[in-house]
């Protein structure tokens, strides 16, 4: 990024985005999402602008689990190859894809290389081989993107001076041979189905995750950092959504076990009752 280049990214997003675009000089342009958390291709494209350089996609998405159907990567896709000609400069996607293999109903991983020749994949195996604190990842960089040697030089000079966070070559050798090994999907989808159908019943309103381990239920108060205390007196811990941009919601991460989940349902039904979701 160049100072003063503009990032677009879509709300509710991870948190770190944030600092990753504002550590390089670089301003992010958040741009909302619908009500059920896909991108808002028009508001995605009236935020495009001559200082545009990037928008950044996550998808299955932290904090809302939602996963972009390939039609909408697809129209997006389009749409920011139009822009590319109206404004003759390159707008690259950033696809942050930790949760790719983690989907659920069937579901296919997309790849935004089929459809956008300008792209980066970035991902990592905290997720999918349950291995977080490993720093361990990769960055696929499309080989038809423009600048490619440029961009590809780029990557591997920040692995060179990010030495702190170099993966060790040894977990490198362990984790190419298990390439062919997810965590237990099902399981998350299980617990998916578990929290969603108790949730919906109390009278949370919530939109239906497909994939990563996390929910992000509207909260019945619009200030969802009182709810979390709330909620956290009756001893279970969630996230304010504030902090994903998204305020007046709060996220539940899943990944935990089934006990766990069973126990939290108590608090979750007394906090509905106390706000007037239920009797
Ligand atoms: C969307 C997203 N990107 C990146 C990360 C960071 O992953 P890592 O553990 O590899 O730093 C996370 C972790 O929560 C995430 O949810």
Not at 133 to 150: F, K, Q, S, T, V
Not at 188 to 200: D, F, I, S, V
Not at 249 to 260: G, K, L
């Amino acid at each position: 990024l160049d100072p003063g280049d503009e990032v677009i990214v879509l709300a509710p997003y991870f948190v770190e985005f944030l600092a990753y675009i504002d550590n390089h000089g670089g301003r992010p342009r958040v741009v909302r999402t619908g009500p059920d958390f896909m991108p808002d291709i028009d508001a995605v494209e009236a935020a495009v602008s001559a200082r545009t350089k990037a928008i950044v996609l996550n998808s299955p998405n932290n904090p809302s689990g939602v996963v972009y159907p390939e039609h909408l990567i697809a129209d997006l896709s389009a749409m920011l190859s139009r822009k590319e000609k109206e404004l003759d400069r390159e707008l690259y996607i950033i696809s942050d894809e930790p949760y790719r293999r983690i989907v659920f109903d069937g579901l296919k991983p997309v790849s935004v290389f089929n459809h956008y020749r300008n792209s980066i994949v970035i991902s990592s195996h905290s997720k999918d081989l349950a291995l977080p604190g490993e720093r361990i990842g990769y960055a696929a960089l499309n080989p038809a993107a423009e600048e490619h040697d440029e961009i590809m030089a780029g990557i591997i000079y920040s692995n060179r001076i990010l030495g702190f966070v170099n993966a060790p070559a040894l977990m490198q050798h362990a984790v190419r041979a298990v390439q062919h090994i997810t965590v237990s999907v099902p399981d998350y989808e299980r617990k998916r189905n578990m929290l969603y159908g108790a949730l919906t019943e109390m009278g949370y309103e919530v939109v239906r995750p497909q994939g990563a381990f996390y929910m992000f239920p509207k909260s019945p108060v619009e200030d969802d950092v009182e709810f979390v205390h709330e909620l956290l007196s009756l001893l279970v811990l969630v996230v304010p959504g504030q902090g994903f941009g998204s305020p007046g919601h709060f996220r539940i991460s899943y990944c935990v076990d089934d006990r766990t989940l069973d126990n939290s349902l108590e608090g979750f039904r007394k906090a509905a009752v106390r706000y007037g979701l239920t009797r």
